[in-house]
């Protein structure tokens, strides 16, 4: 029983000793070939198919038409653009001023409106949240911020001016 032991333990230990290796080589496999040949790309698999430009050419056009569609929407539903009094043009609203505001609209209209020899009047009541304008502007003058702070709240403010009462009336439009 010993002896076919130690047949058998040489006969593993002279077997692991071989130096030929059978593996095969992958790369001249006819199965592994066949398979690259299925997974590589024909020339023309990023070409589109007829359907494929179709669906693709119904797609933009249904897009375009829903953006026209909306185009139309919003100017039936748009109101024109507030026109800014032309008194703004005047040599009182000309001053050069730098402001960095960033809050309600009621106290920058004040103190824009004061620099220029005005009076603020305020219209209607003043919402719950007031509207909120940000300017950020150096050496402008002061007609051209008050446009840019009423362009900002144009859907909750008007604006008109009253050059023979020396005031400027702010109007809430009570959305």
Do not use: H
Request: glycine letters at 4%; one cysteine or more; aromatic letters at 8%.
């Amino acid at each position: 029983m010993r002896k076919k032991i130690v047949f058998w333990v040489l006969c593993f230990v002279l077997v692991g000793c071989s130096t030929e290796k059978n593996i095969p080589d992958y790369k001249e496999s006819v199965y592994n070939q066949d398979l690259l040949k299925a997974v590589r790309l024909s020339p023309d698999a990023f070409d589109e198919k007829p359907v494929e430009r179709k669906l693709t050419q119904a797609a933009s056009q249904a897009s375009g038409a829903l953006a026209s569609l909306a185009e139309v929407k919003k100017s039936r539903s748009m109101e024109p653009l507030p026109l800014f009094p032309k008194e703004l043009a005047n040599t009182d609203f000309a001053q050069l001023v730098t402001l960095d505001w960033s809050g309600p609209i009621e106290p920058v209209m004040k103190m824009l409106v004061e620099v220029s020899g005005y009076r603020l009047k305020v219209f209607g009541a003043t919402p719950t949240i007031p509207p909120l304008v940000s300017v950020n502007l150096a050496d402008t003058t002061v007609a051209d911020v008050i446009k840019d702070v009423v362009y900002q709240a144009q859907d909750q403010v008007d604006l008109t001016v009253d050059q023979s009462a020396k005031e400027v009336q702010l109007y809430y439009k009570g959305i």
